[in-house]
C-alpha cells in the first residue's frame, strides 16, 4: 500500500499556519515569540519589584508585536527599541561590578527564569539568521530587537540574584580561556 501525500489538517487545530512548509520559518518565530512572551508572563508573576513588572509587561506586549513580523510587518518602533535599549543601560549600571566574566547560569528562581529568556533571545536571533539564509528580507530594528531582548534578560538575571542575595558563580571555560599557552 503506497503512503498518501495527503496532509491531514485537523479541524481542531490550534494555530492555521502549524502546517507551513518545513523550510518556512515564519510559523517557527511566531511560535518561539508566543512561547518567550509566556515565558515573560511567568517572570512576571515571579516578581514583586512593581518597576520590573511594569517593565516586563511592556516588552512582553512588544514581543507579541514582533510575532507577525516575518509574515507581514515589523510594527516595534524605534522609540520603543530605544526604550529597551534605556532599560538594558539601567540594569547594566545597577549591577555593574557582578559580572565581570562569564558566569554560570544560575541563581534565584527568578534569576534562572530571567537566564531562561536570555536564551530565548538568542534563539530569535539564530532563527531569524535562518530566515534571512534563505534569502528573505528581515529589518534591522528585528534584529536590534531580538538581540536587546536578550541582553536585557541577562542584565535582569543579575539583577534578580542580587536583589535574591545569591551570588553569581564564575565560570571559566576549558576552551576559551584567555592568555591560553598551547
Known amino acids: 500500500m503506497a503512503a498518501s501525500n495527503h496532509l491531514y489538517r485537523s479541524p481542531y487545530e490550534a494555530y492555521p499556519f502549524l502546517a507551513d512548509a518545513p523550510d518556512n520559518l515564519m510559523c517557527d518565530f511566531e511560535l518561539l515569540t508566543d512561547r518567550m512572551a509566556s515565558e515573560i508572563g511567568l517572570l512576571h508573576a515571579l516578581v514583586g519589584d512593581q518597576d520590573i513588572r511594569s517593565d516586563l509587561l511592556k516588552i512582553c506586549e512588544l514581543v507579541y508585536h514582533?510575532?507577525?513580523?516575518?509574515?507581514?510587518?515589523?510594527?516595534?518602533?524605534a522609540d520603543e527599541i530605544a526604550w529597551l535599549l534605556e532599560r538594558l543601560t539601567f540594569l547594566q549600571e545597577s549591577v555593574e561590578g557582578r559580572c565581570e566574566?562569564?558566569?554560570?547560569?544560575q541563581g534565584s528562581e527568578r534569576g534562572c527564569q530571567a537566564?531562561?529568556?536570555?536564551v530565548r533571545g538568542k534563539e530569535l536571533v539564530r532563527l531569524i539568521y535562518r530566515h534571512m539564509h534563505q534569502g528573505h528580507p528581515v529589518p534591522d530594528t528585528l534584529m536590534d530587537m531580538a538581540n536587546l531582548l536578550s541582553g536585557y534578560f541577562f542584565q535582569l538575571a543579575l539583577r534578580l540574584n542580587m536583589l535574591d542575595g545569591v551570588d553569581e558563580v564564575p565560570y571559566v571555560s576549558r576552551n576559551y580561556r584567555q592568555n591560553q599557552k598551547d
Open 101 to 105: 566574566t562569564f558566569v554560570l547560569t
Open 66 to 77: 514582533m510575532n507577525p513580523t516575518l509574515r507581514t510587518h515589523m510594527t516595534v518602533t
Open 115 to 118: 537566564h531562561l529568556l536570555r
